[in-house]
């Protein structure tokens, strides 16, 4: 089974300092990672997503993420955070022997302080 | 319409009562997704259809919940005899896409409809 673990509850930045959102995976095989961020009272917006090919992956709003197979991580990174990127964000994997369902991690929220 | 589009936005329920979701998903998307968001966890699974065909239903938690897509375009969630531990967000997602292992597909999420059961 898939699964995802985002240690961190809470990230506290300064705006302009670089952030960071830790996301580990377990998947049985090469797995498709997805960022998705949820602002308040909103949706799931996708941010970006590994299927294949660079490691590095760029986004949305500037953010970009790592994949990283022997550390089995994909965390997101964006070099100089605003205040307006605080919200909740969430990793999430697919394995593509069962296609279609995303599993989440608990989330993370970043609050970016000016 | 431009994205996913839900309803109610809110709903409070007697325990009890019957509720019924509504998800319009975007035009043409042929997979559509519903999830639930406890309090504070990650979108958990319900059910996947493919069109109208339910192709997967392995994440609804009791079969109090019951969800279609009769025309392949919108899906009904329904919730019989609600309970307090149904307070939930309900996201329903699509794609345009089928799901055979390219995984190059991403979902789009709707705002989702926050239930609470009283």
């Known amino acids: 089974a898939q699964s995802v673990a985002q240690p961190e509850d809470q990230v506290n930045v300064a705006e302009g300092n670089p952030l960071t959102v830790k996301c580990t995976y377990s998947?049985?095989?090469?797995?498709?990672l997805f960022w998705y961020v949820q602002y308040p009272n909103r949706g799931l917006q996708f941010l970006l997503k590994?299927?294949?090919?660079?490691?590095l992956v760029k986004g949305s709003y500037g953010f970009e993420a790592e994949f990283n197979k022997s550390q089995t991580s994909f965390h997101l990174k964006k070099p100089s955070a605003l205040v307006s990127d605080s919200a909740l964000y969430f990793c999430?994997?697919?394995?593509?022997?069962?296609?279609?369902?995303?599993?989440f991690g608990a989330g993370t929220t970043v609050t970016v302080r000016a | 319409g431009a994205g996913v589009s839900q309803s109610p936005r809110y709903k409070v329920a007697k325990r009890g009562q019957d509720v019924a979701l509504r998800c319009d998903p975007i035009?043409?998307?042929?997979?559509l997704f519903w999830y639930q968001q406890a309090l504070g966890q990650g979108p958990e699974f319900l059910t996947y259809?493919?069109?109208?065909?339910?192709?997967?239903k392995s994440g609804l938690p009791s079969d109090r919940f019951f969800a279609e897509r009769p025309e392949g375009s919108v899906s009904t969630l329904k919730i019989q005899r609600t309970q307090q531990e149904d307070s939930a967000v309900y996201l329903c997602?699509?794609?345009?896409?089928?799901?055979?292992?390219?995984?190059?597909?991403?979902?789009?999420f709707g705002q989702g409809t926050r239930l609470t059961v009283v």
């Open positions: 999430a994997v697919r394995d593509p022997s069962n296609d279609y369902k995303l599993s």
């Open positions: 035009s043409g998307h042929v997979s």
């Open positions: 997602a699509s794609s345009l896409g089928t799901w055979t292992g390219a995984g190059n597909t991403e979902a789009f």
């Open positions: 590994y299927i294949t090919g660079d490691n």
């Open positions: 998947v049985s095989g090469n797995p498709y």
């Open positions: 259809f493919q069109n109208e065909a339910q192709l997967d």
